[in-house]
């Protein structure tokens, strides 16, 4: 097992196109997260998964952006009609389900998106 | 609300110098709190958690809960540790929130 893994590493599309990242988790991880980071700043936490099950959105993630994880394994997050705002580093992480001591995160090496 | 807050950007330090990088947090709970460190074209990866105790790469972080800080430290930095540095705490409805990071630049 090589990590977390992410697909595509880089995606440049116009405003109003609809992007699709992928991220495919250390396998036997119950959770997985994504966030997001833009210049300057640390990764800010968008949503998470339970297996299938998304329990948490934050309130940065507008109706435009969808994520999934219809088996509980990879996850994919889709972004429609892109602004030039949804410019960032899209990071997927994975964890085992937390208890003490296990609340590590594991992070893939990221998706760039730039939107023109 | 929880934050985390790194005050410096950039730190700047000559090899064999000590280093503290900053971190503060408000959390009303019992926090967790992490650095993770980016390397020059790697991925973000835990440095070290505090529940640990333990010494990485030689860097100890102490969680001091009265003055609500977590900040790493090293007695003698190396050109290798030059990076990113992120503070984070857990929040326990499972996400991380992460402070603005702090660039580590040793110099020779």
């Known amino acids: 097992d090589t990590g977390v893994s992410q697909d595509p590493r880089h995606k440049i599309t116009k405003r109003g196109q609809n992007v699709t990242f992928r991220c495919d988790p250390i396998?036997?991880?119950?959770?997985l997260y994504w966030y997001r980071q833009t210049l300057g700043q640390g990764p800010e936490f968008l949503t998470y998964f339970q297996n299938e099950a998304q329990l948490e959105k934050s309130r940065l993630l507008s109706d435009r952006f969808s994520a999934e994880r219809p088996k509980g394994s990879f996850s994919t997050l889709e972004i429609q009609r892109t602004e030039q705002g949804d410019s960032a580093m899209y990071l997927c992480?994975?964890?085992?389900?937390?208890?003490?001591?296990?609340?590590?995160?594991?992070f893939g090496p990221g998706t760039r998106l730039l939107v023109l | 609300a929880q934050r985390v807050t790194q005050p410096e950007k950039l730190l700047s330090v000559f090899k064999g110098a000590p280093v503290e990088l900053k971190c503060n947090y408000s959390y009303s709970g019992s926090p967790e709190l992490f650095w993770y460190v980016q390397y020059s074209r790697q991925r973000l990866q835990l440095l070290l958690r505090h529940i640990s105790r333990e010494s990485i790469k030689g860097f100890t972080a102490d969680l001091n809960k009265g003055e609500t800080s977590f900040h790493l430290k090293k007695p003698f930095a190396q050109e290798e540790d030059s990076a990113m540095y992120y503070c984070a705490c857990y929040n326990q409805g499972g996400k991380l929130i992460f402070g603005q990071g702090t660039e580590l630049s040793v110099k020779p």
């Open positions: 992480a994975s964890s085992p389900t937390p208890a003490q001591g296990q609340e590590t995160q594991y």
């Open positions: 396998s036997e991880h119950n959770r």
